[in-house]
Nanobody, 129 residues
Framework: QVQLVESGGGLVQAGGSLRLSCAAS????????MGWFRQAPGKRREFVAA????????YYADSVKGRFTISRLNAKNTVYLQMNSLKAEDTAVYYC??????????????????????WGQGTHVTVSS
C-alpha cells in the first residue's frame, strides 16, 4: 500500500553531517505524518524526529534537538533528516515511518512506534570517533 525507501546513510567522522532521504510511493504521501527512528546495536528502536502532514510542525527527541532537522517536500513524496554535529552515539540503522493521521492527537504521540502503519527497510549510519 505504501512503500518507503531510505537512502543517504554511510560512514562519517564525528562532527560531520549527513542527509537522509525517505521516498514514498503507492499512496498519497500527504495523507501521512512521518517520523524517523533509529536502532543502535544492542538497543531498542528509539524515536528521533517527526513531522506533520503539511510540514509546519516538528518534534525531536532530546538527544538530537538542535543537531537534526526533519523536513518534507510533499511534491516529491520525500521526507528528509539533516544530521549535523554527529556523535559516535548516533551510530544506528535509521528507519522512516508513515503514521496514520487518525492516531495523532498531538505530535508528541509520534514518538510511539504503534502509531506507524508503514516502515522503510532502514539505512545504516556509522559515526567514527
Amino acid at each position: 500500500q505504501v512503500q518507503l525507501v531510505e537512502s543517504g546513510g554511510g560512514l562519517v567522522q564525528a562532527g560531520g553531517s549527513l542527509r537522509l532521504s525517505c521516498a514514498a510511493s503507492g499512496r498519497t504521501f500527504t495523507d501521512y505524518p512521518m517520523g524517523w527512528f533509529r536502532q543502535a546495536p544492542g538497543k531498542r528502536r528509539e524515536f528521533v524526529a517527526a513531522i506533520n502532514l503539511s510540514g509546519a510542525n516538528t518534534y525531536y527527541a532530546d538527544s538530537v534537538k538542535g543537531r537534526f532537522t526533519i523536513s518534507r517536500l510533499n511534491a516529491k513524496n520525500t521526507v528528509y533528516l539533516q544530521m549535523n554535529s554527529l556523535k559516535a552515539e548516533d551510530t544506528a540503522v535509521y528507519y522512516c515511518g508513515a503514521a496514520r493521521a487518525g492516531h495523532i492527537t498531538t505530535i508528541q504521540r509520534m514518538a510511539l512506534t504503534q502509531v506507524y502503519d508503514y516502515w522503510g527497510q532502514g539505512t545504516h549510519v556509522t559515526v567514527s570517533s
